[in-house]
């Protein structure tokens, strides 16, 4: 658990348990697999198939605890415990906003990415784990969720059978709860719901089960991008492509409301990070500008690229950020940093 995350497009993560099994080439490098096979917590892996994950002891009682400081000013960062702090002033004593009449106070709902240290839809997890997950998410009703997965299509399966658990175990509010989910009644107002894409291949396999799946708001994780993504044709619902001639169009028929409204992007870290062009990130920047989808760069990796006439490509120069993460140091079209409206 991390209240304050060092991810920039979150302010805090909730692991519920730790652990994954990889299943495609964005999982190559994965972070969360190196940090578990350092062996911090028990000296077993939890990664692959077949591997155990380990179950968190304090998530249960941490979420609770950020959603009963749910308001999170923008200018310091500091948590307020609720809507009424907003017309007084940020609690923190020392935040621009309180120091200088001319900074006005600014403030968002709490955002919880879940998980950063497995998938939430991995069929591995033992199913009262998703349950017990579920049915925290539900009760923590007043900051917003960020789930991520490379799994969309095992939604319908998971939920049912964590449908299925609560039910047989006489706990009928989540059972009612995924019901009025799974059949678009009562949609979570809070959830934005992403997955992970870090090719064309992964967009076009990935991405219609995504939209298949009922949220208030569906978003990419184009990150570690590993090649280009043409994401335009997901951004615009049925609605908006009359007159759009592309191949990628024909899975997401029938879906007439449902587009993709956040692409976070950014290029892979780490000692063996593979190369991101940055005409990649360009691209994503542009479609989403043009077509009206909120687009967050997150960072330009440990190897950014960019095109040269005499070698094809060269180093993106004047990055010393050993992950490209500064933004002061990218060119002026990538600082963009949104999130959807209304999160």
Known sequence: MAEQSKI?????????????????????????????????????????????????????????????KPIICDHCGTAQRGAVTMAEGCENPDCPSNLHEHIQGSYHRRRIFSLSLGDWLDDEVPIEWLV??????????????????????????????????????????????????????????????????????????????????????????????????????????????????????????????????WCIAGGESGSNARPCEIDWLKTIVMDCAEYGCACFIKQLGAAPIEPDPEHDWRPVPNIRDKKGGDPAEWPAHLRVQEWPKGF
């Not at 449908?163 to 995924?178: A, I, S, T």
């Not at 959830?191 to 870090?198: D, G």
């Open 8 to 68: 920039s497009w979150t302010d805090s993560t909730v692991n519920f348990w730790e652990g994954c099994a990889k299943v495609s080439a964005g999982c190559a490098n994965c972070y969360a697999a190196a940090r578990d096979a350092r062996q911090l917590i028990e000296k077993v892996s939890h990664w692959g198939k077949g591997a155990p994950r380990r179950k968190s002891k304090s998530s249960v009682k941490d979420a609770p605890a950020m959603n009963r």
């Open 132 to 261: 017990e997950m579920l049915d925290t998410i539900r009760q923590c009703d007043q900051v917003t969720w960020i789930l991520c997965t490379k799994r969309p299509h095992l939604f319908w399966t998971r939920t049912e059978l964590a449908q299925d658990y609560d039910f047989d175990h006489g706990k009928r509010e989540l059972c009612g709860w995924l019901r009025d989910w799974r059949q678009r009644t009562a949609i979570p107002a809070n959830i934005i719901l992403l997955t992970s894409v870090e090719n064309q291949e992964a967009a076009d396999r990935r991405i219609p089960e995504l939209l298949k799946i009922p949220a208030a708001c569906h978003g990419l994780s184009l990150e570690p991008l590993l090649g280009p993504v043409n994401v335009a044709p997901f951004i615009l619902s049925d609605r908006d492509k009359a007159g759009f001639d592309n191949q990628f169009l024909e899975p997401l028929e029938g879906f007439n409301d449902l587009k993709i409204k």
